[in-house]
């Protein structure tokens, strides 16, 4: 499908955009959320993740920071701030954007680096996953099998960071996610922060993939390309999941992408090998190879051609994958340790809060509360992938964007746990789907507020002798407060969250 004429952020006129040829509003905006940037990168120096064996945890500066209460509140209030003043700046930037036809792509590019730039250079935010890919690539550098060893099989593992829940589960990561964990555990000499610089340029890549492939799925489909920039890569929350807090979700999410743009160019089996690419970092895209396979057949196709592209985008795929699993000797390990169910549960997930309730319930009366609440995560499971399996067999092979986008959000919405990194994955597929003005636009700041401050609240690292909770009341007031602001009381914001119409272009840069 060509693009619109109304999109002329590709043509000649718009080719030498850049973050100058912005309306004069949307400048300010742009370094508003540069100030934002900084702010969390100087508070993750006091509150972000620190390893216990890391090389800096014995430096006078970070011992001050992080040993002085009133330093560390200090810290928890520029990160909170930055967090959500970024969110205000994104929220700004998209009011003061007039016409996005009249931006060129590469501006948005130039804003999202510039907002990640400075969180390139801080501890980990708001999750340690990365410590566990450390752990993990230094069992694979050890030679054991991560699909059936913890990361309690390393010695003094617990100075390497990773959360607890981690010292004992299996990985639930691809095996290319794996060789990157061991390449970079190796070239990094096992010092941990030449190794979360490696993790974070890993994440960064994937961002790039990410706005490389939305580029050409918002041109295929017809779509304001800078809108979608703007909707996804430079969201903060692909700014914080994936720079700040260094998730692996950044590659994954940026090579289905590319996946699903090579299909729709007409190359489908280089999709396929894209889309495998991203299952072998983080399995839960096993759920775009039918959507794929759904595109490779075409929007008229008879269901005996949807069956055979099904067979052979299952048939591509299976190979790579036994071809991986073969190479690395653990073959499909990771089916089992994606399947099995964890004890993490969080009270906005429904599936997590009812199994939590249940088991409660349960236990008062002296009943098997750890089955009721299995049985409970069990079914959400299996009411997830019935609904995903639904949104492929549906009707014709028209809006798989959308669809795409529902199947992924049936799976999210009915697990135990949602964390704030999944949304980035239902995000991007949603603003590729189209994300008109109305109540649609005002769900997708919502998600992004809501998830940003979870994220911003839930995970800081202090010592433990400063009391954890009184630091996270910190924050928690500080990001009801600000939201409370953005939402009722600023002027420029509020509109975006009323049924109203929201200000836009030259009237909201007043």
Known sequence: MPQRSADRSLSASGTARSIAGLPGGGRYAVWQGFIASVCMTLGGLGVGWMASGSSLIRVPFFIVLRDNPILVVLCTVLVAFGGLFLVRAWLRLGQRVGDWGAVHPLALCKIAALWCAPLMLTFPLFSRDVYAYIGQGRLMVAGLNPYVNGISALNNYHNLG??????????????????????????????LEVAIALFRIVAAVGVVLCAIAVIGLAQHYGLQTSRKLWLTVANPLFVINFIASIHNDALMLGLVLLGLLAVVRGRPVLGIVLATLSIGIKPITLIALPFIGLLWAGQRAGWGRKIACWALTALIAGAILTIEGAVTGFWFGWLP?????????????????????????????NGPADLVAELIKAAGRALGMLAALWFVLRGSSERIMLRMALALTAVVVTAAAIQPWYVTWLAAFFALAGIAEGWYLRAYYLATVFFTVIALTDQLDVFDWIPLIAIRAVAIALSVVFVAYMMFWDWKTRALFTRGPALSGASAAR
């Open 162 to 191: 990773p959360d607890s829940l981690w010292t004992e589960a299996p990985t639930p990561y691809g095996p290319v996610f794996l060789w990157i964990e061991q390449a970079i555990v190796w070239v990094s000499g096992g010092n």
């Open 337 to 365: 340790a994606m399947t099995t169910s964890g004890t993490i549960w969080t009270w906005y997930a429904p599936f997590g809060l009812l199994s939590v309730t249940a088991a409660t319930l349960v236990q008062s009366i």
